[in-house]
């Protein structure tokens, strides 16, 4: 190891405005180029709309105007505006805000004073303007450092106006997606009826709150009315689809918890109390939630996240009271519809037959191989797992992940250059079977499917899933195309949580190379390689037609720090199962016409 002097003179002490551009992750979580829903750019716009969503939660202001064009965004509220003698430390000095106290902001989301000032630092160009009462200041940064500073009458309404151009110093290039930020919106408005929401001049609006979410989630594929409460402090609705497994939408002072918490905690734990008390009977969690959709929202006025973009509510002190509000609203709904009830009495009693086939079919599978997923043959595992409890490797177990792979030229090229402590790989024997309309007991016949969901140990709840990501990592032709198809119709057929909450990933690898003697490029398009080519003299161009042609030496950079992962995210439930069936389905004379009539 190299002899490096450790003196006073190592040690730096960072202004606020630098620690946020050193390390922004601390503050936004991830980078990205806008082409994941949890991308920076999206947090950047989200804290500002954070501020005008708790105006509109304390009664001052009903509409927010947004605007994103060429990756300039621009958030415009009608509340009350920020103290004008503010306005440059409220956007600019750490620990500077009105969230601090209980009175001015009883149910805010941003308690720390980071986020408007995250999003100056981060940004190229920021712009802040104050209306209040006649007069108005205004303020202009340029990568958080301040530049200009102005104050007028005005007759504009009150209210705030902030601009900002995210940097691509830090972020690289980019792109806002539109249908991103739109479903951030609706988010806002399902939680917030009555707040009015224009994005590029569409208005974005909810009437009932998260009667109205699953409605655009579910369209006409729910079982039964939706069982619908609300009160001051939290709302939910839930109901029941032919599907298997659980899917919930949670969120806390109106933000989006992805990775639920102690009050999705609460409130499964409520669903499962009210319907036995209601029936008198004594069922299990599955038997009651497979198949559920549900959403729940409250309202807390210190809560306490796991990180800075709030994923995850920790907060103890919620169980006890909405456990009881849920089960007391779900007994009372029950009594008050019987078709519900009667409809509801139906699935649960659908629920416990499938199971019971399940279990007889599960029990002849573990004979042939064990529950854990160090028994599976084809399964080249990691040290650290998402379950593991213990804070030693926590970053590992965080980064864990599984490269599902077609066959094992494949597998033995990752394998030979993944990261061991926190890389797995599962090696496919081939074209899966097609799960589309299937029944979940045909994982049991299938040594196939059993193996990988032994592997990612979800047989019993996805909150069991062993690795933070997984991985479909196919040739980039038309097999692995359609082994890619079918992996995703088999988690979505049969594990749809594990796609709805995040964790199922595309890995993209090169499909050139381009060289000459001085320099590689590798190229993830044609149009890519082309520039490539008018930039080497001399070059020579190899096409990979499979991962395993690439030499492990090469491949362990595109499974490393830069490695290029494209998420499977859906719209909606409704219209996610129609396009699955369409494409998946046994409908053979429609997709062959349609085929026909879009071919090019």
Same mark, same amino acid.
């Given at each position: 190891?190299?002899?490096?002097?450790?003196?006073?003179?190592?040690?730096?002490?960072?202004?606020?405005?630098?620690?946020?551009?050193?390390?922004?992750?601390?503050?936004?979580?991830?980078?990205?180029?806008?082409?994941?829903?949890?991308?920076?750019?999206?947090?950047?716009?989200?804290?500002?709309?954070?501020?005008?969503?708790?105006?509109?939660?304390?009664?001052?202001?009903?509409?927010?105007?947004?605007?994103?064009?060429?990756?300039?965004?621009?958030?415009?509220?009608?509340?009350?505006?920020?103290?004008?003698?503010?306005?440059?430390?409220?956007?600019?000095?750490?620990?500077?805000?009105?969230?601090?106290?209980?009175?001015?902001?009883?149910?805010?989301?941003?308690?720390?004073?980071?986020?408007?000032?995250?999003?100056?630092?981060?940004?190229?160009?920021?712009?802040?303007?104050?209306?209040?009462?006649?007069?108005?200041?205004?303020?202009?940064?340029?990568?958080?450092?301040?530049?200009?500073?102005?104050?007028?009458?005005?007759?504009?309404?009150?209210?705030?106006?902030?601009?900002?151009?995210?940097?691509?110093?830090?972020?690289?290039?980019?792109?806002?997606?539109?249908?991103?930020?739109?479903?951030?919106?609706?988010?806002?408005?399902?939680?917030?009826?009555?707040?009015?929401?224009?994005?590029?001049?569409?208005?974005?609006?909810?009437?009932?709150?998260?009667?109205?979410?699953?409605? $655009?989630?579910?369209?006409?594929?729910?079982?039964? &009315?939706?069982?619908?409460?609300?009160?001051?402090?939290?709302?939910?609705?839930?109901?029941?689809?032919?599907?298997?497994?659980?899917?919930? @939408?949670?969120?806390?002072?109106?933000?989006?918890?992805? &990775?639920?918490?102690?009050?999705?905690?609460?409130?499964? =734990?409520?669903?499962?109390?009210?319907?036995?008390?209601?029936?008198?009977?004594?069922?299990?969690?599955?038997?009651?939630?497979?198949?559920?959709?549900?959403?729940?929202?409250? $309202?807390?006025?210190?809560?306490?996240? =796991?990180?800075?973009?709030?994923?995850?509510?920790?907060?103890?002190?919620?169980?006890?009271?909405?456990?009881?509000?849920?089960?007391?609203?779900?007994?009372?709904? /029950?009594?008050?519809?019987?078709?519900?009830?009667?409809?509801?009495?139906?699935?649960?009693?659908?629920?416990?037959?499938?199971?019971?086939?399940?279990?007889? /079919?599960?029990?002849?599978?573990?004979?042939?191989? $064990?529950?854990?997923?160090?028994?599976?043959?084809?399964?080249?595992?990691?040290?650290?797992?998402?379950?593991?409890?213990?804070?030693?490797?926590?970053?590992?177990?965080?980064?864990?992940?599984?490269?599902?792979?077609?066959? &094992?030229?494949?597998?033995?090229?990752?394998?030979?250059?993944?990261?061991?402590?926190?890389?797995?790989?599962?090696?496919?024997?081939?074209?899966?079977?097609?799960?589309?309309?299937?029944?979940?007991?045909?994982?049991?016949?299938?040594?196939?499917?059993?193996?990988?969901?032994?592997?990612?140990?979800? =047989?019993?709840?996805?909150?069991?899933?062993?690795?933070?990501?997984?991985?479909?990592?196919?040739?980039?032709?038309?097999?692995?195309?359609?082994?890619?198809?079918?992996?995703?119709?088999?988690? @979505?057929?049969?594990?749809?949580?594990?796609?709805?909450?995040?964790?199922?990933?595309?890995?993209?690898?090169?499909?050139?190379?381009?060289?000459?003697?001085?320099?590689?490029?590798?190229?993830?398009?044609?149009?890519?390689?082309?520039?490539?080519?008018?930039?080497?003299?001399?070059?020579?161009?190899?096409?990979?037609?499979?991962?395993?042609?690439?030499?492990?030496?090469?491949?362990?950079?595109?499974?490393?720090?830069?490695?290029?992962?494209?998420?499977?995210?859906?719209?909606?439930?409704?219209?996610?199962?129609?396009?699955?069936?369409?494409?998946?389905?046994?409908?053979?004379? $429609?997709?062959?016409?349609?085929?026909?009539?879009?071919?090019?």
């Amino acid at each position: 190891m190299a002899n490096v002097n450790y003196t006073e003179e190592s040690i730096q002490s960072l202004s606020p405005l630098e620690h946020i551009r050193t390390r922004p992750g601390m503050y936004i979580g991830r980078l990205g180029d806008g082409s994941h829903i949890d991308d920076g750019i999206y947090i950047l716009l989200k804290e500002i709309i954070d501020n005008s969503i708790d105006e509109f939660v304390m009664h001052h202001g009903s509409k927010v105007v947004i605007t994103v064009l060429n990756n300039r965004v621009t958030v415009r509220d009608y509340g009350r505006g920020i103290p004008l003698g503010s306005v440059v430390d409220c956007v600019s000095k750490i620990n500077t805000g009105a969230k601090y106290s209980g009175d001015a902001f009883q149910y805010s989301v941003g308690l720390n004073g980071v986020g408007t000032k995250a999003v100056n630092a981060l940004s190229s160009e920021f712009k802040v303007i104050s209306y209040r009462d006649g007069e108005s200041v205004s303020a202009s940064f340029v990568r958080g450092k301040l530049k200009k500073k102005e104050e007028n009458h005005t007759t504009e309404p009150n209210g705030t106006y902030f601009e900002f151009v995210p940097d691509e110093k830090v972020f690289g290039p980019y792109n806002y997606n539109a249908d991103y930020v739109r479903a951030r919106l609706w988010n806002y408005a399902y939680l917030n009826t009555g707040l009015t929401l224009s994005f590029n001049k569409e208005i974005i609006k909810s009437q009932n709150g998260l009667l109205d979410l699953l409605s $655009k989630e579910l369209g006409d594929v729910a079982l039964y &009315d939706t069982i619908h409460f609300k009160n001051d402090l939290c709302e939910f609705a839930f109901t029941h689809t032919q599907a298997y497994g659980e899917n919930y @939408f949670s969120y806390v002072n109106g933000q989006h918890t992805s &990775d639920g918490g102690t009050h999705l905690a609460a409130f499964k =734990e409520g669903i499962l109390k009210g319907v036995n008390e209601y029936f008198k009977k004594n069922w299990s969690a599955p038997d009651i939630r497979d198949g559920i959709v549900g959403a729940i929202a409250i $309202k807390i006025k210190d809560p306490v996240f =796991e990180s800075q973009t709030k994923n995850k509510l920790g907060n103890t002190d919620v169980k006890g009271w909405l456990v009881s509000t849920v089960k007391e609203a779900v007994v009372d709904s /029950l009594m008050k519809n019987q078709k519900v009830a009667q409809a509801l009495h139906a699935k649960i009693q659908s629920n416990e037959s499938v199971h019971k086939e399940e279990q007889t /079919l599960r029990n002849g599978a573990r004979e042939k191989a $064990k529950k854990t997923a160090t028994s599976i043959k084809k399964l080249r595992d990691c040290m650290y797992h998402l379950t593991d409890k213990s804070n030693a490797h926590r970053e590992e177990a965080e980064k864990s992940m599984i490269f599902l792979t077609e066959g &094992d030229s494949a597998s033995g090229t990752i394998t030979k250059c993944r990261k061991a402590e926190y890389q797995a790989v599962f090696s496919l024997r081939g074209k899966l079977y097609n799960a589309e309309g299937q029944k979940r007991s045909i994982i049991y016949k299938h040594d196939e499917l059993y193996n990988i969901m032994a592997a990612l140990g979800i =047989e019993d709840d996805i909150e069991n899933l062993r690795y933070s990501k997984v991985v479909i990592a196919t040739d980039a032709d038309n097999d692995g195309f359609h082994i890619r198809n079918l992996i995703m119709t088999y988690f @979505f057929t049969f594990f749809e949580e594990l796609v709805t909450q995040g964790h199922l990933f595309i890995l993209e690898t090169p499909l050139f190379r381009v060289r000459n003697k001085q320099k590689v490029i590798y190229c993830y398009s044609e149009k890519e390689r082309d520039e490539a080519v008018a930039q080497l003299k001399g070059a020579e161009i190899t096409r990979f037609k499979g991962l395993g042609e690439i030499d492990p030496k090469e491949f362990g950079a595109f499974i490393g720090d830069d490695m290029r992962l494209v998420p499977v995210s859906i719209s909606s439930l409704k219209e996610t199962r129609e396009v699955m069936n369409f494409c998946m389905g046994d409908n053979t004379p $429609k997709r062959r016409e349609y085929i026909m009539e879009n071919l090019i």
